[in-house]
């Protein structure tokens, strides 16, 4: 039972435009949600979080935006660079430290 | 401050055998975590240590265990390796609940 979905396993983006990741979640009890990063051969590294009592966050060139009740969160990056390319995996936790993770999504970002 | 630091960065193991897998997390951090990467998998939570104590578990057999020392460093045993354990092990620590997780570079364990 995949509790956090990343439909998309790919994606491809030209640099300077937008790149959107798209995360659905099925259990109505997280409440704290994270993007990771990870390139191949490392861990994955923190991006952004966002709160169940907001609706969207905002980092720089990183936007998640939260919509409850559809369950579902995503990611913006504006302007997409070549050093974008990576695995983005979104996650989810209730009230415990337990993050339970999508399956990823490959995102190219080309010249 | 370092960041998460995982030995060894890779194993090779036999089928049978026992492995453990140590990382030492960030300064200052308590909550250490584990997971699991496996290609078609993503990331699966193996368990967390808080202070010492288990606090979560994940949906893994009695042959994956861990613990946590007082310096907040940890290890994870698994036992009777099976080819299916083949995988890349990633600690992750934490200030605790509520926190983001500052993942490790990972161990690679290949079992033959």
């Known amino acids: 039972d995949q509790q956090v979905k990343q439909n998309s396993p790919s994606l491809s983006v030209q640099e ?13 009890m997280f409440d704290y949600f994270l993007w990771y990063k990870k390139y191949p051969a490392e ?39 070549p050093g974008d390319s990576a695995v983005y995996f979104c996650a989810a936790s209730d009230l415990t430290d337990k993050l339970i993770f999508g399956t990823g999504t490959r995102l190219q970002v080309f010249p | 401050k370092a960041g998460v630091t995982q030995t060894p960065r890779y194993l090779i193991k036999t089928r049978g055998q026992q492995v453990t897998l140590s990382c ?4 200052g951090h308590r909550s250490v975590s584990w997971y699991q990467q496996t290609p078609g ?43 299916g354990d083949s995988a890349l092990y990633l600690c992750a620590s934490s200030p605790g609940t509520g926190y983001e997780q500052y993942f490790g570079p990972g161990t690679r364990l290949t079992v033959t």
């Open chain 1, 43 to 81: 861990g994955p590294t923190f991006l952004i979080s966002i709160s169940s009592i907001k609706d969207k966050n905002e980092d720089g060139r990183f936007t998640v935006f939260l919509n409850k009740s559809a369950k579902h969160l995503s990611l913006h990056i504006v302007p997409s660079q």
């Open chain 1, 16 to 28: 300077g435009r937008i790149s959107i990741l798209n995360c659905d979640y099925t259990n109505s």
């Open chain 2, 41 to 83: 998998q993503g990331l699966q939570f193996l368990f967390e240590y808080f202070s010492e104590t288990q606090r979560n578990k994940g949906n893994f057999p009695g042959r994956f265990s861990g613990r946590q020392f007082s310096n907040s460093r940890s290890e994870m045993n698994v036992s009777t390796l099976e080819l």
């Open chain 2, 24 to 27: 030492s997390p960030i300064s």
